[in-house]
């Protein structure tokens, strides 16, 4: 069983920096992507950003390339994202999301979500 619970989301001025985490308390970590979404009231939830099982693979959305960073320690049984250069349009709630096997980045096809962490970008 995935459990997934994320942290590290707060105010912070454009420009900042924020790194998320998303602990799995499960045992099988390592058999899923990961993959971070987020969604800005009012709207959809969008995909952000995911790894690969081994950590190989990275993969972003257009609007956050370059920015933003992901990343596992597979050790610790957490994924991170690394949010720099932040803007107020990034302001959301970000959501941590695991999938066995990928079919896409939509939010329908991941297998297990998080409860998720506010991300506000003041300007």
């Known amino acids: 069983q995935v459990q997934l619970v994320e942290s590290g989301g707060g105010l912070v001025q454009a420009g900042g920096s924020l790194r998320l985490s998303c602990v799995d308390s499960g045992r099988s970590f390592t058999m899923y992507t990961m993959a971070w979404f987020r969604q800005a009231p009012g709207k959809e939830r969008e995909f952000v950003a995911a790894i690969n099982r081994s950590g190989g693979g990275t993969y972003y959305a257009d609007s956050v390339k370059g920015r933003f960073t992901i990343s596992r320690d597979n050790a610790k049984n957490t994924a991170y994202l690394q949010m720099d250069s932040l803007r107020p349009e990034d302001t959301a709630v970000y959501y941590c999301?695991?999938?066995?096997?990928?079919?896409?980045?939509?939010?329908?096809?991941?297998?297990?979500w998080g409860k998720g962490t506010l991300v506000t970008v003041s300007s």
């Open positions: 999301a695991a999938v066995a096997r990928y079919s896409s980045w939509h939010p329908d096809d991941m297998d297990y």
